[in-house]
């Protein structure tokens, strides 16, 4: 059993955003480099209540009672705000503060196309209710795409206590540089004894970054339009 506390996933990406973002711009002059920014990620963790979850159902819970609080991310902000100026204060003397040792030597090399989350909504096309006890692939050329670990499912069982929502989060797919843009073109499919067949096609337009993305970057979504499955008893009873 892998539980995760996600609320590391979510401060590292947002402690990197401000660190890249000095890096580029040196607005504010403090120190990026990675012993300053894993400093800051402590300080924040140590000040902020955990949130655990155990696979892509927990994110999807987690999507539905703390991100969508704007209020959360404005307190986070700020958290990360003081962490910065309590580092900077305490700065560690025998430390080779050189910015070229911001990287995380357990991830891979190189340059990734890194996807967004992927969240939907599946409803009953008749009651206009939630789905459950039903399962929904997301699929490429055919292929069912790899997730980003084994905690996250594909195919994705949804059921009734989720809302009919689903979430995938794919494994990034490597590149030979930065900045390339390319278009994925996904399928999302679902077989129920009950329901009609149903795909749904969309397309996702990304660019390549030089790192491999390998946690759950809240902020970085992609959200479907609601998606509604036709029992086949409503099939017969019109017939």
């Not at 400093?39 to 949130?51: I, K, M, R």
Request: charge should be negative; hydrophobic fraction near 35%; charged fraction near 20%.
């Amino acid at each position: 059993m892998q539980i995760h506390n996600v609320m590391e996933d979510i401060v590292k990406e947002k402690v990197n955003e401000v660190f890249q973002d000095e890096r580029y711009n040196k607005k504010n002059h403090f120190c990026t480099c990675a012993q300053c920014q894993n400093d800051v990620v402590c300080y924040v963790l140590n000040n902020s209540p955990p949130v655990y979850i155990f696979s892509g159902k927990g994110a999807t819970h987690f999507k539905l009672n703390y991100l969508d609080n704007m209020q959360n991310s404005a307190d986070l902000a700020a958290l990360i705000q003081k962490g910065i100026d309590r580092v900077v204060m305490l700065k560690r003397p025998h430390f080779p503060h050189d910015n070229d040792q911001n990287s995380y030597k357990s991830r891979p090399k190189g340059f990734f196309f890194n996807f967004p989350s992927i969240t939907g909504k599946i409803l009953n096309s008749i009651t206009f209710g939630p789905v459950a006890d039903v399962y929904i692939s997301l699929n490429q050329q055919g292929v069912k795409m790899k997730m980003i670990n084994p905690n996250w499912q594909n195919p994705y069982h949804i059921i009734e206590k989720t809302e009919g929502i689903f979430t995938f989060l794919p494994r990034p797919v490597e590149c030979e540089k930065e900045g390339i843009e390319k278009d994925f073109e996904c399928e999302l499919s679902v077989f129920h004894q009950d329901y009609e067949p149903f795909n749904h096609y969309f397309s996702l337009s990304l660019k390549s970054e030089p790192y491999f993305a390998d946690y759950y970057r809240f902020e970085h979504y992609y959200d479907l339009k609601t998606l509604y499955l036709i029992p086949l008893a409503s099939l017969g009873a019109s017939s």
